[in-house]
């Protein structure tokens, strides 16, 4: 199995144009800037009306005016995605208008909220490679030996309040990953370079191609299921 990096295609899909402050309190407890990639809320949350522009794309760019890890998905997405495993996730439904006219839209959109997988135990460490990378210069530091999970955190604790962050050169699953069988995921405090996107099997990928999902780009990533178990 292959895995890719997922991202709006911020050159083709439409965006929210801006959050109607006017009528809208970000600063609330249960505002949707609130939301995080960490867990789900207690409370639930309150949306801003969604205000587009641009075409109506499966997925539109939200501007990051919603917090956490997730995108902005019409109704044949989410549809879509509910045959597949996200692990753990929720849809939130958004009242949705054309900026312009204030015009309520045909489409149905949705808030997808991303939770990041504790991926520490999943990792086969003999037979993945790992660097410190320099955020400011962009840049390689050193490779590190990382063999257990206690390790990685480690490893991921001993950058933080730095310009350094642990990016994988090669990563790859073992046998617990295969029980939880994702085909959608977010790994916090870890990717393949500077920036840190959702993961996608390619089972996945092939049928969001397959459905002409619109909004969506991919790259390739080097993780890959342990040879034991592929």
């Known amino acids: 199995m292959k895995f890719f990096k997922v991202r709006e295609d911020v050159e083709s899909i439409g965006l929210r144009e801006l959050v109607p402050l006017w009528e809208y ?79 309520k839209l045909d489409v149905e959109y949705y808030w997808l909220q991303i939770i990041g997988t504790i991926f520490y135990d999943l990792i086969d460490y003999n037979n993945s ?14 490779k590190i030996d990382v063999r257990t999970p206690g390790g990685m955190i480690e490893a991921i604790n001993s950058t933080k309040e730095t310009d350094n962050s642990i990016i994988y050169n090669k990563m790859v699953f073992n046998d617990k990953f295969i029980k939880y069988n ?31 999902v619109s909004g969506l780009e991919f790259k390739e990533v080097p993780i890959y299921l342990s040879p034991d178990f592929t």
């Not at 490679?129 to 050193?142: A, G, L, V």
């Not at 996608?200 to 002409?212: A, F, P």
């Open 25 to 103: 309190d970000i600063e609330a407890p249960t505002s949707q800037s609130k939301l995080s990639d960490k867990r789900l809320p207690e409370l639930e949350p309150q949306f801003s009306r969604l205000l587009v522009t641009g075409p109506l794309t499966d997925v539109l760019a939200d501007g990051r005016a919603i917090g956490g890890t997730g995108f902005i998905v019409s109704d044949k997405l989410k549809k879509l995605l509910a045959e597949f495993n996200l692990g753990t996730h929720r849809f939130y439904s958004l009242k949705s208008f054309e900026y312009n006219s204030d015009k």
């Open 129 to 142: 490679s790992f660097f410190i990378f320099d955020d400011f210069e962009e840049k390689i530091i050193n």
């Open 182 to 212: 994702l085909d959608l995921f977010y790994l916090n405090n870890i990717s393949d370079n500077l920036f840190t996107y959702p993961i996608v099997s390619d089972r996945l990928k092939e049928k969001i191609e397959q459905y002409g």
